[in-house]
């Protein structure tokens, strides 16, 4: 049997409550009322062939149809007379629809979010608006989001660190939990002089509002044993590497934290932990670099031929190392998997770099392919190193 069911109406209102309209504002909700809902009835032939499962039917939606309207249409037969079938399903109005899916306490709840924050903070009712289902679930810690809104807007661009921010109920640990929803919230609360628009996502949160970060640390070694009174394995603050220029002729940037660890001996170089785009990223201000021959060493992989492209828009002299389809060939026993492909172009590769690059991201060896540099050989690695 495919007709509709009390258990078919409700779930046909909970879609409209999933997607958020039942909590839209009054207005926009009403436009959505009368509501007439998907019906499928009996038909003509089922009315007379299966009578009583009819009856029975009817009975059943009778007895769920609190805060429905079901339109009914006669239907009359030779010998059963005049019945009434059920033929529509309406909800009027919204409070029929919260009610027929017992969602009124929440609803209720929604409405008080949206009163403080018409009181305290009315920019932020659009954000209500276009998210009430993450309102709601955010409803115990809401008064403290605005008031984290107000002190921002009391002391823009404050020059201090998340933990130095003195509102009641508030720690940093509570900021940071809900760094993304307070973005949303400081843009539309704050002026536009407050925000540095081109810092972005989660890491730029703190820059985009004027807090203070805890400085970024980029992490190297010396590979020269004279070097050796430096210490094996350094990390500092990136503006203290901006500022360091040191007497060496060649740094080697590796992707790998083991190969970073064990990389071989170089005389006059150092190697830097790159940690990825962001890590790369971190680099672009170290003009001394620009003063070395710098060597990439990245997995032979679509993703690691994009941050060799990455870093040569900051250092366009930059060097590729074991990124050569020799090197590939090489260790066909350690091929591995790639998931997700880089597609887009890269102009930043050189000829025999896009060849190889081209064959990955166009699965001209084989489906996925990658080597990761960790699976090179260590002989490999040094023979590379001397020929340089």
């Not at 403080?116 to 954000?127: H, S």
Request: with cysteine; net charge neutral; aromatic share 10%.
């Amino acid at each position: 049997m495919n007709w509709t069911t009390p258990a078919d109406l409700r779930a046909q209102v909970q879609k409209l409550w999933d997607k958020g309209l039942l909590l839209k504002p009054t207005d926009s909700a009403n436009e959505l009322f009368p509501l007439r809902l998907r019906f499928t009835a009996p038909s003509t032939t089922e009315l007379t062939a299966r009578f009583d499962e009819v009856r029975a039917w009817i009975a059943g939606l009778a007895a769920g149809a609190q805060r429905l309207r079901i339109v009914q249409r006669e239907w009359r037969h030779a010998i059963l007379g005049n019945n009434s079938v059920p033929s529509e399903a309406w909800v009027d109005t919204p409070a029929d629809a919260l009610a027929l899916i017992g969602k009124q306490k929440e609803a209720q709840r929604f409405a008080a979010l949206a009163l403080l924050t018409q009181n305290q903070q009315p920019e932020l009712l659009p954000w209500l608006a276009r998210r009430p289902l993450q309102a709601l679930a955010l409803a115990d810690a809401w008064p403290r989001l605005l008031s984290v809104v107000a002190w921002l807007q009391a002391h823009p661009r404050p020059g201090i660190y998340l933990r130095q921010v003195d509102v009641a109920g508030v720690d940093s640990k509570f900021i940071e939990l809900h760094r993304s929803v307070l973005a949303e919230l400081f843009d539309l609360a704050l002026p536009p002089e407050a925000i540095h628009h081109t810092a972005t996502g989660a890491s730029g949160f703190c820059q985009r509002y004027g807090f203070l970060d805890k400085p970024l640390r980029i992490r190297f070694r010396w590979l020269d044993t004279l070097d050796a009174r430096y210490g094996q394995d350094v990390a500092i603050t990136q503006i203290t590497f901006e500022q360091l220029a040191p007497p060496i002729a060649h740094v080697f940037i590796t992707e790998n934290e083991v190969n970073f660890l064990a990389f071989p001996p170089v005389a006059d170089a150092m190697v830097v932990f790159g940690g990825g785009f962001g890590g790369l990223d971190r680099l672009r201000a170290a003009d001394w670099l620009n003063q070395r021959q710098l060597h990439y060493w990245g997995d032979i992989d679509t993703h690691g031929f994009a941050m060799l492209d990455q870093l040569r828009a900051y250092f366009p002299q930059a060097q590729s190392l074991l990124m050569d389809e020799r090197t590939l060939l090489a260790h066909a026993e350690h091929w591995g998997h790639e998931g997700l492909a880089q597609q887009r172009d890269l102009p930043r590769l050189t000829a025999h770099e896009r060849a190889v690059y081209d064959s990955l991201r166009d699965n001209r060896i084989r489906a996925g392919l990658r080597l990761e540099q960790e699976r090179i050989g260590f002989g490999w690695v040094c023979q590379a190193l001397a020929a340089l």
